[in-house]
């Protein structure tokens, strides 16, 4: 069936420095989304990429939708005490389709 | 604030117990899901709901079973469950058909069975 993992599972970074975070699919996607999970929260979405090879940024955070759609990346500048959190790619295999997968997670701290 | 809101935020049954989940969106959303989380693991999709009909069933035992009065609510049936089953569950909801686009997350329910 279809996997999707993450790398890394665990980030620790100084305040301050940058974050990646890399999903990678066994198969091609229609589409990937991104979502952040705080400690004790529930998921909440970040963006969705849709094209090959897009790139879209929010504030501090670029994502990226690899050429042959089967991985993707987060990355965060200067990271912050507020990016601590569990951050998940979900990803579709058909347009259309309600089946998301979520990636296994990387979990960041930030410490201060 | 998350606008699809979920009760109860927890419960505790035994194994012989008969409870529900319920789940409530007023965005207008026409695809609903549960999904099941344990710790530090991602969310798994359990079933999907689009236009009041279940959609996608992850092959979920039996002792789960999921309704959809109408488009607002959706029910998660528990009856008979394993101690395996403690988790939280989590309700979304979507736009239904071509792109469904972003998913709204409930807060969940935290289930506990002794």
């Known amino acids: 069936g279809q996997q999707v993992m993450q790398i890394p599972q665990y980030q620790h970074v100084q305040e301050g420095e940058d974050f990646t975070t890399y999903c990678n699919s066994s198969?091609?996607?229609?589409?990937i989304q991104w979502y952040k999970q705080r400690p004790g929260g529930h998921p909440v979405f970040l963006i969705q990429l849709v094209k090959s090879g897009e790139v879209k940024k929010q504030k501090r955070l670029t994502f990226q939708f690899g050429e042959a759609k089967k991985n993707s990346s987060l990355h965060i500048t200067a990271t912050q005490t507020t990016d601590v959190g569990t951050y998940f790619c979900?990803?579709?295999?058909?347009?259309?389709?309600?089946?998301?997968?979520f990636g296994t997670g990387t979990r960041l701290k930030v410490l201060a | 604030d998350t606008e699809v809101t979920q009760t109860p935020k927890h419960l505790v049954m035994g194994m012989t117990n008969k409870k529900s989940l319920k789940c409530e969106q007023h965005?207008?959303?026409?695809?609903m899901y549960w999904y099941k989380q344990k710790a530090k693991k991602p969310p798994e999709l359990m079933f999907v709901?689009?236009?009041?009909?279940?959609?996608i069933n992850e092959s979920v035992p039996s002792r789960f079973s999921p309704e959809c009065p109408n488009s607002s609510l959706l029910n998660l049936h528990l009856h008979a469950l394993q101690p395996e089953d403690s988790a939280l569950y989590l309700c979304?909801?979507?736009?239904?058909?071509?792109?469904?686009?972003?998913?709204?997350f409930g807060e969940g329910s935290r289930l506990t069975v002794l």
């Open positions: 979304a909801s979507s736009q239904a058909g071509g792109f469904t686009g972003e998913l709204f």
């Open positions: 709901y689009s236009y009041e009909k279940l959609s």
């Open positions: 965005m207008g959303h026409r695809a």
């Open positions: 198969t091609t996607l229609s589409n």
């Open positions: 979900a990803g579709s295999r058909t347009s259309g389709t309600y089946k998301y997968i």
